[in-house]
Structure formats: structure tokens, C-alpha cells
């Protein structure tokens, strides 16, 4: 698979997005499964990706680390170009992904799960700083994966790709099934990594919980973008989300 095309020294999208995503298309074998996907996500946001199961919110962030086997259109990252590029470059440029099933080794403890991803540019967060962020893992640094609750299994999924050095991070469903302070937890957590400057794309199916932490909302049907709420115009758009999400 081709490598990035590199563009001129210091350039961005032309948008000013630190992430540019357009006309995006994905198949999964015959199945179409993205319809041409249109994104801004700028330096520092965080965005969120709102929508029906089935709408294409993973698919989107998949084919954002070159794990759809076929896609086309244009994902440019600070100023590079993406869509055919290998994962393992993807990665390297800073982008990481966090998915839904989250991938907690169960027979290594939360520290050797820390530890197993490898940094892969400058500026990884360190281990204190992790267990800093997330005092629930320092109390469980040497608890196996499989005694871990769901709410610490997402932190610990989440702080495993803090130290790889990535600054673009893609959380597919952080909240799904977890109890609601748990959620308020994640939720405080988002917050904390936006002021520290990483950019966040978020996957979610609970408007409720993206409002406490986006800046922005991208509304997803069938493979499509079809509507961009900013944060603060939520509450006012309700019924055209309860018409979109079937909430």
C-alpha cells in the first residue's frame, strides 16, 4: 500500500483542520459501508461522531487508521495526506485508536498492559503521569486484566494509548454499559486530556454524555454526514437529534 504524500514543510489542511477528512468511502468486501464522509476536526477539539448502530461511526474511525480494506477520498492529518497509508504510518504520525471492545490483555496486569504498546514518536505520557490521571490503575497496577471492572478496563484502554505519544485520539463508545459515575468519570477524564492539548474524536451513541465533553457534533445516517450541531446549539436541535438518533 502506498505511502503518505508528503506536503510543503509547516502546511496544513486547507481548511486550518488539524484533521481533514473528505469524500471518505469504505467497503467491507461489496459492502459500501461509507458514503462519502465529510470532517473538519480542529487542533484541541474535541468532536464527536453521534448516530444509530449501523450508521457508520467505527466504520469512519477504522477507515481513519487504515483498518477498512478498501476505502477512497482523502483523510489528511496536519497536512498529509492518509487514505492509503499503512496503519503502522498512520500510527506513527500521531493518531491512535481506542475501540469499542477496548483489547485488555487478560492474563497481563494493568501495568504490563500499560507497558506492551510501543512509543511510537516523542512526547509519550509517562507512567506516573498515567497513573496520576487515573488513580483507580495505580490502585490496581498489579491486578490482571480479567479482575478489572468495565470502567476500569476502558481507563486502562484509554491510558494505554496516551503513552505511544499519539495527540489525535479516537474513542470509539467510551460509555457504552458502564454505570453512570463510571461515565461521569470518563467524562472528566475527556475533559482533562483536552486541556492538556490532545484532539479527540469521539464515537457515541449518548448525546446526553458527548454534550458534557464536545465541542462539536457530526451526525451520522447511513454511511453519511448529514448534521453538524455545535455544542452550544444542542439543546436547541433536540428534536432534529430525537428524529436522527430515535432518542
Not at 490502585?139 to 484502554?157: C, D, I, V
Request: hydrophobic share 40%; aromatic share 6%.
Amino acid at each position: 500500500m502506498a505511502d503518505v504524500m508528503t506536503a510543503p514543510a509547516g502546511a496544513k489542511a486547507s481548511t486550518g483542520a488539524l484533521m481533514e477528512i473528505r469524500g471518505l468511502e469504505a467497503w467491507y468486501g461489496e459492502s459500501h459501508v461509507l458514503h462519502g464522509v465529510d470532517i473538519d476536526i480542529r487542533e484541541g477539539e474535541v468532536v464527536t461522531l453521534l448516530g444509530r448502530n449501523g450508521a457508520g461511526k467505527t466504520s469512519t474511525l477504522r477507515s481513519i487508521m487504515g483498518l477498512v480494506p478498501r476505502r477512497s477520498g482523502s483523510v489528511k492529518y496536519d497536512g498529509k495526506e492518509f487514505v492509503n497509508a499503512r496503519p503502522d504510518i498512520i500510527a506513527r504520525a500521531g493518531i491512535a485508536y481506542c475501540p469499542e471492545e477496548r483489547g485488555i490483555f487478560a492474563s497481563l496486569d494493568v501495568t504490563e498492559n500499560l507497558m506492551l504498546p510501543p512509543m511510537v514518536r516523542p512526547g509519550g505520557m509517562p507512567l506516573d503521569e498515567i497513573y496520576t490521571l487515573f488513580p483507580n490503575l495505580k490502585e490496581r497496577a498489579r491486578s490482571q486484566g480479567t479482575k478489572l471492572s468495565g470502567g476500569e478496563q476502558q481507563m486502562l484502554a484509554i491510558a494505554r494509548i496516551l503513552r505511544t505519544g499519539a495527540r489525535l485520539l479516537l474513542l470509539d463508545e467510551p460509555s457504552e454499559g458502564l454505570a453512570p459515575v463510571i461515565v461521569q468519570q470518563i467524562g472528566r477524564t475527556i475533559r482533562e486530556l483536552k486541556k492538556r492539548g490532545f484532539t479527540v474524536l469521539l464515537v457515541e451513541q449518548n448525546f446526553r454524555f458527548a454534550q458534557t465533553v464536545a465541542d462539536r457534533h457530526y451526525v451520522m445516517e447511513h454511511g453519511r454526514v448529514v448534521d453538524m450541531v455545535a455544542n452550544e446549539d444542542l439543546n436547541a436541535s433536540l428534536d432534529r437529534l430525537h428524529q436522527y438518533l430515535g432518542v
